[in-house]
């Protein structure tokens, strides 16, 4: 019984994974799943600590339109990474399909890593995960965002802002918000933030014409 429980356990958080990603990347997503450590449920979380996490992804998710799909990503999710040598048999993009899982992952350093680790030209599936980190508390992941976020990837970027006016409202929102919580001393004025610029690059795009 208890290994049936675990095989239903491990085939809940892979149908959940699945919702996250359009279904045209699903035979790759297979490939990066059978990787991902659903069994082991020690974790080391935030306090350096190793303990037992029952809920390897939170129940807390965001929901998106993406090309006339709704995807529906987890918030926070805990297991850890895999191993290095499975992880390097995947394809290029099944490693960044892999990369932006981990860019819901509570550990922050994890989530920089990760992000780091995306290809320079990536490709459009990649936005609801990237889009996600502007709106978050951690500064050190803008500049790397700055640098996705260019002439070759803003049209993506400007698409899924007016495919989900209501999410880039709040995602805007929550940046200003950690602005004026945390980083408002070292940066007085808003315009001065990065994560302003950034959120002021993608609202200016226009689909065909440039800047306005």
């Not at 965001?62 to 805990?78: A, S, W």
């Not at 850890?80 to 993009?93: A, G, H, M, Q």
């Not at 500064?139 to 260019?150: G, M, Q, R, S």
């Not at 950034?198 to 065909?208: A, G, L, M």
């Amino acid at each position: 019984m208890l290994k049936i429980f675990k095989r239903n356990i491990k085939s809940e958080y892979q149908e959940r994974l699945k919702k996250s990603f359009p279904k045209e990347l699903h035979s790759d997503l297979n490939e990066v799943l059978k990787i991902l450590p659903f069994e082991n449920n020690q974790v080391k979380l935030c306090d350096g600590q190793t303990h037992k996490v029952d809920n390897l992804i939170h129940e807390s998710e965001l929901k998106i339109d993406f090309d006339n799909e709704t995807l529906i990503i987890p918030y926070r999710l805990y297991f850890n990474e895999p191993n290095p040598e499975l992880e390097k048999s995947l394809t290029d993009k099944q490693k960044d399909i892999l990369n932006c899982i981990y860019l819901r992952h509570h550990n922050g350093y994890l989530r920089e890593k990760r992000l780091n680790l995306i290809s320079d030209s990536s490709e459009k599936w990649t936005v609801p995960f990237i889009i996600q980190l502007i709106g978050e508390y951690v500064y050190e992941l803008l500049p790397i965002i700055d640098k996705k976020i260019n002439e070759n990837t803003l049209d993506y970027y400007a698409e899924f802002r007016d495919e989900n006016p209501k999410y880039w409202q709040q995602t805007e929102s929550r940046m200003i918000s950690y602005w004026n919580e945390y980083y408002r001393y070292k940066f007085p004025k808003l315009k001065e933030y990065l994560g302003f610029e950034i959120v002021n690059r993608i609202k200016k795009r226009t689909h065909n014409n440039g800047y306005k």
